[in-house]
C-alpha cells in the first residue's frame, strides 16, 4: 500500500489539534484588531474555533474547495467571509457584521500566511 501523504505534513488527529489551535490564536487576534467582529471570552473563542473548523471541513469535504482567505482566490474569500458570517448565530458570545467578516476575512488570511499551520 502506498503512502500517498508529503512528508513533513501533520495528518489526522495532530493535524485538527494543530489547526483548531492556530484558529483560535488567530481568532483572538482578529477579534482585538477588527471592528465589527467580536468574540467575548475565551469559551465563545474555543467554541468558534470548532464550529468554524467543523464548517470549514464540511466545505472542503462537500465541495472540493479550500476554504481559506486566500485559497482559490476570491471564492475561497468569499466562502471565509460566509463561514465566519454564518458562525456567529451557532456560537453565543460572537458578534460579526458582513463589514466586520470581510475585514476579518483579510486579517485572518494575513495572520495565516504569518503563522505556521493552517486555519480556518
Given amino acids: 500500500m502506498e503512502n500517498k501523504e508529503k512528508k513533513g505534513t501533520f495528518s ?6 494543530i489547526r483548531f ?8 487576534i482578529t477579534s482585538f484588531l477588527t471592528p465589527g467582529f467580536v ?3 475565551l469559551r465563545s473563542i474555543i467554541l468558534a474555533s470548532v464550529v468554524i473548523c467543523l464548517i ?30 454564518i458562525a456567529q448565530f451557532l456560537v453565543p458570545g460572537m458578534r ?4 466586520g467578516a470581510i475585514l476579518a ?7 495565516d500566511a504569518v503563522i505556521p499551520g493552517r486555519s480556518i
Fill in 96 to 99: 460579526v457584521s458582513i463589514i
Fill in 105 to 111: 476575512s483579510i486579517v485572518i488570511g494575513i495572520l
Fill in 39 to 41: 468574540l467575548v471570552g
Fill in 21 to 28: 489551535v492556530v484558529t483560535s490564536i488567530i481568532l483572538a
Fill in 56 to 85: 470549514d471541513y464540511l466545505v472542503e469535504k462537500l465541495m472540493k474547495v479550500d476554504a481559506s482567505p486566500f485559497g482559490k482566490g476570491i471564492k475561497g474569500f468569499v466562502i471565509a467571509v460566509i463561514i465566519l458570517y
Fill in 12 to 17: 489526522g488527529i495532530p493535524s485538527i489539534i
